[in-house]
């Protein structure tokens, strides 16, 4: 994926800032933190509120659709499910594992140090 065309990652967390951590699960964070990245510089950001969070089931795969009607290139979290991992790649969202504060995972995924998850 080539960053320098400006890429808009959605990170799965807890909080409502780019100071807090990855959230550890994707289908149940509270929040994601969505941001463009152009030129290998942090846009503006904003938060998107995961209301799929207290569902009883399928919350991946609800939140993984909540993504893609976003218009998101790349989801970052910490860990993600089979079945919301199949919707995101349908909508052709590319998923990349990342952990601690989500301004330094930012930059990890700027200069390609994250991994990708299939």
């Known amino acids: 994926m080539k960053i320098s065309n400006g890429v808009k990652i959605a990170i799965s967390s807890m909080e409502k800032n780019i100071n807090g951590n990855v959230a550890d699960v994707f289908g149940r964070c509270s929040y994601f933190i969505v941001t463009q990245v152009e030129q290998g510089k942090i846009g503006e950001i904003e938060v998107i509120e995961n209301n799929n969070v207290n569902q009883n089931s399928g919350a991946g795969v609800s939140t993984a659709q909540l993504i893609a009607e976003q218009k998101i290139d790349v989801v970052i979290t910490k860990n993600m499910g089979p079945r919301a991992i199949d919707v995101l ?30």
């Open 89 to 118: 790649t349908q909508f052709k969202i590319e998923v990349y594992s990342g952990e601690g504060i989500i301004k330094e995972v930012l930059e990890k995924f700027i200069n390609k140090k994250l991994k990708k998850i299939n």
